[in-house]
């Protein structure tokens, strides 16, 4: 075990599509939250924006005409924040988002139609 370890691997528990179940080695203590002030992924995201504005964020690999996978194609920080605020944008357009007592922002459920 290591001074990072918060879990432990229960023995026979692994299976061919997956990988064991983890359980806490304990359950009072907690991993330290964030990392250089961002308690979030939105504000990790910004913090890169800041520090690394083109730097590369966001990737994918396309496929040939010949099915062979490319090499990655990655997205600025700048433009996965920009388009992170445009979605949330558009969630709070539609009446999708709502704060609720701690002030964080929640998506609501509208049911089916």
Known sequence: MTANQ???EIPETTRSDRGGIRRSLDPTAAPMLGSNGC???YEALRRGRDVSP???CLGFRAVSTRGFATPFIYSSYVE???RVDAIAAGLA???LVQRN???MLLLVGRGRQ
């Open 6 to 8: 918060w879990s432990l």
């Open 39 to 41: 308690l979030t992924l």
């Open 54 to 56: 083109l730097g590369p």
């Open 80 to 82: 996965v924040v920009a």
């Open 93 to 95: 357009s539609m009446g």
């Open 101 to 103: 007592d701690d002030g």
